[in-house]
């Protein structure tokens, strides 16, 4: 083979050398591109993968809404707040953000009589509601507009002290709200330390006063009270208060004197009868006198007229 076939085949054997030398060089290049380039894609999905976890979830929040409030997890004399959604002759349906509606019943609109169920409420209207009964079987919710008494009776024990409010004036009394199921009655002598002729002279409806509670009859579900009770005395009185205090503390400490004895019934009864038999012996004494002095004059008279005659 002669010395030019030889540098040909050569350069042959050395030409795809080079190609697949271009080729890798070209797909080297490539590569670092797109590895340049991928940083921002990854930073981009990095942020957004971010952002969606710094994002609230909107569904989280309803699902712990209906777990926290469910018909298996309400209570008697829970406090919601719900809307009027319908309203009936017999009461009102209340919408409290469960599937089941509350019914708030006519007599538990108000504490007084209410007529009408739209002379308190009204379709839309947002309302504060207390859960009364709940039937899971039946899917049923009782509700109530009356607040749940605070203070039952038999939780009220005698000279407690308690706040209420006036709720209505009677000419023997107040009567005040304190929180229980019976309002309390504070009678005109139990208002204050003066003289009044009627409590409106001193209290008013609505205003707020501490009493003391003087009785609670259960029986009788009656609860007696007190303003006076927790006034300062005037000072007439303790004075006397004060007085008594000292005469007390005299004679514990032994400084009064002895004061005369007391009489006893047998003594009593002895005076007493000496004291009649007295009175009879006045009155005998005195009949007595009477009856000389009508003797005297019978006899005066007889002398007068036999001296007439005589003349």
């Given at each position: 083979m002669s010395n030019q076939e030889l540098e040909t085949t050569k350069q042959a054997a050395e030409e795809p050398e080079t190609v697949e030398a271009a080729d890798s060089e070209v797909s080297t290049e490539a590569t670092e591109t797109e590895e340049e380039a991928a940083p921002p894609q990854a930073e981009e999905t990095a942020n957004e993968g971010s952002a969606e976890e710094a994002a609230p979830s909107t569904d989280a929040p309803e699902g712990d809404a209906s777990e926290s409030l469910s018909i298996h997890n309400l209570k008697p004399r829970q406090s919601l707040k719900g809307t009027v959604k319908n309203i009936t002759d017999f009461g009102a349906f209340i919408d409290i953000g469960l599937p089941q509606d509350g019914l708030v019943h006519i007599s538990e609109l108000a504490k007084r009589k209410v007529e009408k169920v739209t002379d308190v409420v009204e379709p839309g209207q947002e309302v504060d509601i207390w859960v009364k009964r709940i039937d899971k079987k039946r899917g049923r919710i009782s509700l109530t507009m009356v607040k749940p008494i605070g203070l039952r009776l038999r939780d009220i024990a005698d000279d407690s002290e308690i706040e209420g409010a006036v709720t209505r004036l009677e000419p023997y009394g107040a009567f005040v709200d304190i929180g229980s199921e019976r309002y309390g009655l504070v009678h005109i002598s139990q208002i204050t330390h003066d003289y009044i002729k009627h409590p409106e002279d001193t209290l008013t409806v609505g205003e707020t006063v501490k009493v003391k509670v003087l009785k609670v009859n259960r029986k009788k579900r009656q609860v007696d009270l007190s303003i006076k009770a927790l006034l300062p005395?005037?000072?007439?009185?303790?004075?006397?208060?004060?007085?008594?205090?000292?005469?007390?503390?005299?004679?514990?400490?032994?400084?009064?004197?002895?004061?005369?004895?007391?009489?006893?019934a047998m003594a009593l009864a002895y005076a007493a009868m000496q004291t009649k038999s007295d009175a009879d012996d006045s009155g005998e004494d005195t009949d007595f006198v009477k009856d000389k002095h009508k003797r005297k004059n019978e006899m005066n008279e007889i002398v007068a007229r036999t001296l007439a005659t005589s003349e």
């Open positions: 005395p005037p000072v007439e009185v303790q004075k006397v208060e004060e007085a008594k205090e000292v005469r007390k503390v005299k004679e514990i400490a032994g400084e009064v004197e002895q004061e005369d004895p007391v009489p006893t």
